[in-house]
């Protein structure tokens, strides 16, 4: 089984984050598929989960867990960490902590160790909707939605707090008025979208850095991936013996974020795990700064489709592109 450093959260009182975590958000959603795949990382050796109400994948994830601690693969729910995350339309002050609630209801859990705002976005309280309308768009009240976050961590429901999405233009809102500041900024990162201006922001204010899409994500546009398709990375790749995502993976964990990295193949989570036993060299690292590069996930053409008209907020504020 893999050995998985930690990495110490300076805000709230979660257990050490284990430095690769493995997503769960994939759609269509076959709940049996994605217990299995759960119950196959523990095996190798993952305790790092991350889900979200918006994924619906809480429910296996928990069960998956669950099992796990009956079969004796974990000691206790104790040994995982869990992150969840909150959705738009619950983004809202009175609803942030019915939808934790909700979703520790799901999981069949006590507490979640960190939890999310997913968007820097608050919609219309509603059924959720993908992709959501533009007039449902409405302005985000940053303090009063991270007061209730701080009261799920004054609570124990949830060990540590944090956001999604969010650019150093939405740190510098939040931070102006949190108590306790986020403990994770989860964000879109990989070789091609490498978010040096953010990280060097989260690094001056403590703020640890999670990597989503850190193999390139979907091929949402029709154009390829960026990632994988990358010949700088499969020259290193071939270069060192290991594989692109590999190699992708062992440089986001080298600027010191952890990887949020898909997959339910068997064979490929444990591919994943293996990038702590050897390293880039300094020639490696010089080729990767110089990738090309591209963002992927958007507000507007993601969340939202390219048509129809915001009514209530600056499209600008609800930007998630940052070089």
């Not at 893999?2 to 300076?10: C, F, G, N």
């Not at 020259?235 to 992708?248: L, P």
Request: aromatic content about 8%; glycine content about 6%; hydrophobic content about 40%.
């Amino acid at each position: 089984m893999a050995s998985v450093p930690e990495v110490t959260l300076r805000s709230g009182n979660a257990r050490p984050m284990p430095a690769i975590g493995m997503g769960t958000a994939k759609f269509p959603v076959v709940p049996e598929t994605t217990r299995d795949a759960v119950l196959a990382a523990v095996e190798l050796g993952f305790r790092h989960f991350d889900t979200a109400s918006m994924y619906s994948t809480e429910k296996p994830l928990g069960e998956a867990i669950a099992e796990a601690v009956r079969r004796g693969l974990v000691a206790s729910r104790g040994e995982v960490f869990v992150t969840s995350k909150l959705w738009c339309t619950q983004c809202h002050p009175h609803l942030v902590l019915p939808s934790l609630r909700e979703s520790l209801q799901n999981l069949q859990m006590e507490y979640v160790d960190l939890y999310l705002i997913h968007w820097p976005i608050s919609l219309k309280p509603a059924p959720p909707v993908f992709p959501a309308k533009p007039e449902d768009a409405v302005p985000f009240d940053f303090e009063g939605v991270w007061r209730a976050m701080e009261e799920c961590q004054r609570l124990g429901l949830a060990k540590a707090i944090g956001v999604s999405n969010f650019t150093t233009k939405h740190l510098d809102k939040l931070l102006a008025t949190a108590t306790v500041p986020p403990a994770v900024n989860q964000v879109e990162m990989n070789p091609a979208w490498q978010q040096r201006t953010l990280r060097k922001y989260c690094a001056e204010k403590g703020i640890h850095v999670a990597a989503y899409s850190p193999l390139g994500g979907q091929n949402w546009t029709g154009e390829g991936n960026a990632v994988m398709d990358s010949e700088v990375l499969a020259e290193i790749a071939q270069a060192r013996g290991k594989s692109v995502a590999q190699v992708a993976l062992r440089w986001i964990y080298e600027q010191g974020v952890t990887p949020i990295v898909k997959s339910f193949s068997k064979e490929r989570l444990k591919e994943n795990l293996e990038i702590f036993d050897w390293a880039l060299t300094d020639d490696d690292l010089l080729k990767i700064s110089q990738n090309p590069q591209k963002k992927v996930v958007k507000a507007i053409g993601i969340l939202f489709p390219t048509e129809g008209e915001f009514t209530s907020v600056d499209p600008s504020d609800i930007d998630i592109v940052e070089e």
